[in-house]
């Protein structure tokens, strides 16, 4: 029952760039806030970013705040993550998920299963 789908990782260079893609399927991202999550071998899964259901609020941890930039497409049901800029720490999956999303919080519900992600790796 894949709802989301990550897409748009790969290797990239340190001050590289790329664009991750979060796709719905069997519901609207419109109108649904969506926040972006990430993993590191060995490390807790953490919130990156968010959007919330209106667009009305974006959140940036401080790591990528100025780096990164969360955008929804409406009309391709898709929710992006331009990522600008990359450093070695950025380094691991991405996952995205439907999210309470508002006064620098992220609330994933407990009772969703996560997608497969999508592997970055930033590397020399």
């Known amino acids: 029952q894949v709802q989301l789908e990550e897409s748009g990782g790969g290797l990239v260079q340190p001050g590289g760039s790329l664009r991750l893609s979060c796709a719905a399927s069997?519901?609207?991202?419109?109108?649904?806030?969506i926040g972006w999550y990430r993993q590191a071998p060995g490390k807790e899964r953490e919130g990156v970013s968010c959007i919330g259901n209106n667009d009305e609020y974006t959140y940036y941890i401080d790591s990528v705040e100025g780096r990164f930039t969360i955008t929804r497409d409406a009309a391709k049901n898709t929710v992006y993550l331009q990522m600008n800029n990359l450093r070695p720490e950025d380094t691991a999956v991405y996952y995205c998920?439907?999210?309470?999303?508002?006064?620098?919080?992220?609330?994933?519900?407990?009772?969703?299963?996560w997608g497969q992600g999508t592997q970055v790796t930033v590397s020399s």
């Open positions: 998920a439907k999210v309470f999303c508002r006064w620098s919080t992220m609330i994933r519900s407990t009772g969703d299963t």
């Open positions: 069997g519901f609207t991202l419109d109108k649904t806030s």
